[in-house]
């Protein structure tokens, strides 16, 4: 499980400057292409601009992959997906009987393996060609439902409406006024007892600073709008726990940091 999260974060475009590279990201003329096609030229210049960010980085399902993810085959993504579930499943207990949200769904990577466990999968994504992407991935399941949301908050969801919300590998593309804000708004959607789960990069782990040194040093001039940001135990601890959440539990593993807590 470990080392499938391992090669999730070692993984991911906007945290490794060497996938970059290898998708034909320049730090010197800040081009990003796909077959010879430049994108990067249509992304919007400030980090707050979520859903033109995402919806330029995911125009196909190859981009949505590579942007989610990197450059991977099929067996990958499910690799990484089981190594999620585990995760999620050790920290929320997941039921048959659970209505399950996630947060920044992307192309339905986890929602695939999420899915099968719960009554309803709900998948809330900032882009609507991620939803389109994750709607075919996962046309065989009946218990799902995709919906568009702000980037900032889950207005589309009733009050007290789910029993699990979790956001994985997102954080990082997300200012930290925003990660709180998606915390406060798990809290309003979960019924009583509800549980929530999060996680981020650490900056406190010796993978986690490698990758923001490495940021540091490779994009003095220009930071492109999802350039991955870390997270810090403590800055996930205090979310949970300010929002209001109880029995919040904290987990460093390896490059990651995972918070957990219940309404």
């Not at 989610?68 to 999620?84: H, K, W």
């Not at 339905?108 to 882009?127: F, H, N, T, Y």
Request: with cysteine; glycine share 8%.
């Amino acid at each position: 499980m470990h080392n499938h999260f391992h090669q999730l974060f070692t993984k991911v475009i906007p945290l490794t400057l060497r996938t970059k590279i290898r998708q034909g990201f320049s730090t010197g003329q800040s081009t990003l292409t796909e077959n010879n096609i430049n994108y990067e030229s249509a992304l919007p210049e400030g980090r707050h601009e979520y859903k033109s960010t995402w919806n330029v980085l995911s125009q196909t399902f190859r981009q949505a992959i590579i942007h989610v993810i990197g450059d991977v085959g099929e067996n990958e993504i499910q690799a990484t997906a089981v190594a999620t579930r585990n995760i999620l499943e050790t920290a929320t207990r997941i039921s048959s009987s659970d209505i399950v949200l996630e947060i920044g769904c992307g192309i339905g990577r986890v929602g695939q393996v999420i899915a099968p466990l719960c009554k309803e999968w709900i998948g809330c994504d900032v882009s609507v060609n991620m939803l389109n992407h994750a709607q075919k991935r996962l046309e065989l399941f009946k218990n799902i439902k995709l919906i568009e949301i702000s980037g900032f908050d889950l207005a589309p969801i009733p009050d007290t409406s789910v029993d699990l919300v979790y956001c994985t590998v997102v954080f990082m593309h997300l200012d930290e006024w925003d990660r709180y804000n998606y915390v406060l708004e798990a809290f309003r959607v979960l019924r009583p007892g509800g549980r929530i789960y999060v996680d981020n990069f650490n900056l406190c782990s010796k993978d986690g600073w490698e990758i923001f040194d490495l940021h540091r040093r490779s994009f003095p001039r220009y930071r492109p709008p999802h350039i991955g940001k870390s997270s810090t135990p403590q800055e996930i601890e205090v979310y949970l726990a300010r929002a209001g959440f109880q029995t919040v539990k904290i987990v460093e593993r390896g490059a990651w940091v995972h918070g957990s807590g219940i309404k």
